[in-house]
Each structure stands twice: as structure tokens, then as C-alpha cells.
């Protein structure tokens, strides 16, 4: 059974650079049978698709926040990462990382707990 | 601002039907597939509909989907006051090379 984790600090300055990790247990990242994604949800509001990978190549970015996301991946340890840059308030929400499969690609079967991340000085 | 419109809101009795709705064009749902999510308070998404109107496991028949045209539809038959939550549709923008989401609906039982 496929489950993912995430972690990382709950309390970011402004302008600094959010990043956060997701673990995968019971399944590879490097499984072409998947794509994996960060999903966000700020307090009161709906949910945003961040980005996501594929393999070990193809990653997307929602072009709204394109300029500062990155995700990467380390195989070694079955997981991967979201870096988000120049956070402001705005950026103050539930991080999920979710799976989809490759033939369903709004299809987020598998999700995270979330993690809490808060933007302040 | 989503790209999809649903209702902010629907409410029924329990054992009632409710229907949401989600709407786009011809280049976003019009042009993919659709899937439903449930949100309960201080949980993750759960996927409710993948492929306009496919049920993944142990998700009940009282749920169903279906798509006409650019406009998407959610079910829900004997609404149970477990089915309270925030439900979201989302699809695949081909033009964005992005998913989205609707704005969300809040489903109330009565």
C-alpha cells in the first residue's frame, strides 16, 4: 500500500525559500506508471495545484507560480521536494503531495496527511 | 480564479439528491477528463470520480459522475449527514500544462 508523507519546517519567513519533502513508502518515483505532485490549500480557500514530476524527467509548474518552484527528487530515498521562493503571506497554507496515475492525470488517488505552513515574521 | 465554476453551496435533506455542477470550456474540460474530490475538515482530498464518471474502491455507488460537453456533474443520491464537506472538481488544462481545480462547493445537509 502506497503512502506518502510530508515534512518540513511549519514557520517560514517572508522572502525566505519554503522547502518541504515527501516521503513515498510502499512504491518507486521513478515508476513511469505515475506522476507526482505538490498540491496546496490556504486557509478558507480551494485547492491549488503546485507541480509535478514524472519519472525521472518531465516536471510542470502551474505557470502561476512557476517563477519560484522547483521540485526535485532523490531516488536513493524515495522521495521528493518543493521549493517555493520569495514567500509571502499569500503563500500560507496546507501542503499536500499527491500521486496520479500516468493515464489519469487529474486523478490524485493517493494523498498526504498535509503539513501546516505558516509565513511569518 | 479558477479556470472551473461550481456553486459555492448545495444543501438537501438527509436521503435527498444533490448535483454539482462543474463548468469550463471547450479548451480545458471540454478538451480532457474530469474527477471529484471530498474535503472533510482537517483531512486530505479524497478522490470521489476519476475519468468523468469512474469510482476508484470502496466508494459507494451513491456517488456518480458525468460530463456534457464543458460541464461536468456530481451526484450524490441518500445524502447522509456524513457528506458534509467541500467537494472539487478538476481537470487537466492542455493549453496551461497544468491541473485545476473548481472554486470548491460546500454540500450541507439539512
Known amino acids: 500500500q502506497v503512502q506518502l508523507q510530508e515534512s518540513g519546517p511549519g514557520l517560514v519567513k517572508p522572502s525566505q525559500t519554503l522547502s518541504l519533502t515527501c516521503s513515498v513508502s510502499?512504491?518507486?518515483?521513478?515508476?513511469?506508471?505515475?506522476?507526482w505532485s505538490w498540491i496546496r490549500q490556504p486557509a478558507g480557500k480551494g485547492l491549488e495545484w503546485i507541480g509535478r514530476?514524472?519519472?525521472?524527467?518531465?516536471?510542470n509548474y502551474n505557470p502561476s507560480l512557476q517563477s519560484r518552484v522547483t521540485i526535485s527528487r532523490d531516488t536513493s530515498k524515495n522521495e521528493f521536494s518543493l521549493k517555493l521562493s520569495s514567500v509571502t503571506a499569500a503563500d500560507t497554507a496546507i501542503y499536500f503531495c499527491?500521486?496520479?496515475?500516468?493515464?489519469?492525470?487529474?486523478?490524485?488517488?493517493?494523498w498526504g496527511q498535509g503539513t501546516v505552513v505558516t509565513v511569518s515574521s | 480564479q479558477s479556470v472551473l465554476t461550481q456553486p459555492p453551496s448545495v444543501s438537501a435533506a438527509p436521503g435527498q439528491r444533490v448535483t454539482i455542477s462543474c463548468s469550463g470550456s471547450s479548451s480545458d474540460i471540454g478538451d480532457s477528463y474530469i474527477s471529484w474530490y471530498r474535503v472533510l475538515p482537517g483531512t486530505a482530498p479524497q478522490l470521489l470520480i476519476y475519468d468523468n464518471n469512474q469510482r476508484p474502491t470502496g466508494i459507494p455507488d451513491r456517488f456518480s459522475g458525468s460530463k456534457i460537453g464543458a460541464t461536468g456533474i456530481l451526484d450524490i443520491t441518500g445524502l447522509q449527514t456524513g457528506d458534509e464537506a467541500d467537494y472539487y472538481c478538476a481537470t487537466w488544462v492542455g493549453r496551461l500544462t497544468a491541473a485545476e481545480f473548481g472554486g470548491g462547493t460546500k454540500v450541507t445537509v439539512l
Open positions: 514530476f514524472h519519472g525521472t524527467v518531465d516536471t
Open positions: 510502499g512504491g518507486s518515483i521513478t515508476s513511469h506508471s505515475h506522476y
Open positions: 499527491a500521486r496520479a496515475p500516468s493515464n489519469s492525470w487529474e486523478a490524485f488517488d493517493i
